[in-house]
């Protein structure tokens, strides 16, 4: 029987030790708070916003966010940035990306003050994490790692392909999973949209990690038997529904469970985990810079 791997449980008891955590914190008068910022209104990322918002006030983080006008100048936004820098309140924050065009994101991410860079973005914070001195791992790759955790997975020496090699998703995973670490010890493969033969590479790996944005991509047919499939893709398809279209990860579900002897689903695999692994890292966040210790899951 193949597992499938129930991202909203395990998201939700990692919320659950979080609020522990909070507490302390907040007990010693240093309660965490998280800011989100937007330029523009782009619909997608307001609601990833929103989600932030919602996933603080359910755990007691302390919420803010900042609006900056789709046009207005980078100045404007890093003027913010600079006083989101300054707020003793505000332990971490993200910039939501994408940034308009005038923007250069890279620029943003440099501006940020690496101790409450959430995201991981900062040069610093990737530098640290490739140095295996991790201060904030991105949500994504962290979440993935405790989704494997929780299957059971024990990645020493084990093969591991990923299809993708995003500085968010793709690169920092395969850094983590590289690392001399209980949770690290693979070998990894990344593949990306040059590679030749991704079928061969995938179909050799006892883990495969679809991070590539293009709907179905990786089948059943590319699935060595009894691998652990972990999809990170969310893709909007054109579907026969209420808003027209349906959400469907990067695996072909279907097929890739009959090879998987663990698989996560899309929605309710990878995607939970990014925003409580958010969470993890403002509390992280406000333990480091308040000097409060607390015992993260
Ligand atoms: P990206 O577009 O920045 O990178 C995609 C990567 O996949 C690139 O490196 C590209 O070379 C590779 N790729 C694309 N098509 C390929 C193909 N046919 N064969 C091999 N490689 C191919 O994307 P991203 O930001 O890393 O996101 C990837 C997917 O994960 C998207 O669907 C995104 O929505 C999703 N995502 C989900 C979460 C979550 O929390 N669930 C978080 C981040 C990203």
Request: glycine residues 10%.
């Amino acid at each position: 029987m193949t597992e499938i791997i129930d991202g909203n449980a395990v998201a939700s008891e990692i919320r659950d030790d979080l609020t522990d955590a909070i507490e302390t914190l907040t007990d010693a008068g240093a309660r965490p708070g998280l800011a989100t910022v937007l330029m523009g209104d782009d619909p997608a990322s307001q609601t990833y916003v929103n989600m932030k918002q919602r996933d603080c006030e359910e755990v007691g983080i302390e919420s803010v966010h900042v609006d900056v006008a789709g046009d207005a100048s980078p100045e404007t936004l890093y003027e913010e940035i600079a006083a989101l820098n300054d707020d003793p309140a505000v332990h971490g924050y993200i910039v939501q990306a994408p940034v308009p065009d005038h923007v250069d994101y890279r620029e943003v991410i440099r501006r940020v003050d690496p101790a409450k860079d959430v995201d991981g973005f900062h040069p610093e914070n990737v530098g640290r994490l490739v140095a295996g001195d991790a201060r904030f791992r991105p949500c994504t790759p962290h979440g993935v790692q405790k989704l494997l955790e929780s299957a059971g997975v024990d990645l020493e020496g084990k093969d591991v392909t990923i299809v993708g090699r995003s500085d968010i998703v793709g690169k920092p995973l395969a850094n983590l999973l590289i690392q001399k670490a209980d949770d690290g010890n693979a070998t990894v493969t990344v593949c990306h949209s040059r590679t030749e033969d991704l079928a061969a590479k995938t179909r050799d790996a006892d883990i495969v990690v679809a991070a590539a944005g293009a709907p179905e991509l990786v089948d059943g047919s590319m699935i060595g038997d009894g691998a652990v499939v972990i999809d990170v893709g969310v893709n909007r398809v054109d579907a026969d529904t209420e808003k027209g279209y349906e959400l469907v990860g990067d695996v072909e579900f279907e097929s890739a469970k009959e090879q998987a002897s663990s698989i996560t689903p899309v929605p309710g695999g990878v995607g939970p985990m990014t925003r409580a692994m958010l969470l993890y890292n403002t509390v992280k966040a406000a333990s480091l810079q308040e000097g409060v210790d607390v015992d993260l899951p």
